[in-house]
């Protein structure tokens, strides 16, 4: 039972490419989650999804697009990285009910230049 | 709107010392309420979390916090500090259900709170 992973650990790109952030999870849980780090500022949720195909808006979406195709992936991509992106990226997951825990990922490092 | 604040973005204390890292939330609907830690280079991982039964809750390595709901706190403490506890502390709400300003199947999070400990 490997949780909440996250694909790459980190990365480098240059302004203007693209990539796309993978998380899996093995718990069969139903909401997962996109957050971004940065000093200061705490944990602001990006996107998340409430089930297999569906996804909606947090705080900071601009600039990011999410897909959850199949209810144990959920990828986030950048179409065109900015420098403003450079940032900790967190993902997580639950089950359907407000009072269980979230499980993290170990987070993707990621550097905009 | 910022439905938790957690006072003090940094704490210092000596080792076996009392540790007390402070959350206050606002919400109109009965909330349930999460501390995380995260450790350097780490993800978050829960310490601990109410859900309406017990107001004191037990959690990982001796910390503990009460929900007091006439003070909407929920604030942390650990008797006796220890050098492994030096992290960052999170304070988050999620909500039994959809509230004004904020939205079911969401984790508020505070702005974390850095806890050093001395030797």
């Known amino acids: ?113 | 709107a910022q439905s938790v604040t957690q006072l003090g973005s940094h704490v210092s204390v000596s080792e076996g010392a009392l540790v007390l890292l402070r959350c206050n939330y606002s919400s109109s609907v009965p909330p349930y309420l999460f501390w995380y830690v995260q450790y350097p280079n780490q993800g978050l991982q829960l310490l601990l979390k109410y859900t309406s039964a017990a107001t004191l809750v037990k959690g990982i390595n001796d910390f503990e916090a009460e929900f007091k709901k006439s003070e909407t706190s929920f604030h942390l403490t650990k008797p006796s500090a220890h050098m492994s506890d030096a992290a960052e502390y999170f304070c988050a709400v999620s909500f039994s259900r959809a509230d004004r300003g904020s939205t079911l199947g969401r984790l508020y999070f505070g702005r974390g709170t850095q806890l050093t400990v001395w030797p």
């Open chain 1, 1 to 113: 039972n490997a949780g909440v992973t996250q694909t790459p650990k980190f990365r480098v790109l240059k302004t203007g490419q693209s990539m796309t952030l993978l998380c899996a999870q093995d718990m069969n849980h139903e909401y997962m989650y996109w957050y971004r780090q940065d000093p200061g500022m705490g944990l602001r949720l990006i996107h998340y999804s409430v089930g297999e195909g569906t996804t909606a808006k947090g705080e900071v979406p601009d600039g990011y697009n999410v897909s959850r195709l199949k209810k144990q992936n959920f990828l986030l991509g950048l179409e065109s990285a900015a420098p403003s992106q450079t940032s900790v990226y967190f993902c997580a997951s639950r089950r359907d009910r407000p009072q269980e825990t979230q499980y993290f990922g170990p987070g993707t490092r990621l550097l905009v230049l």
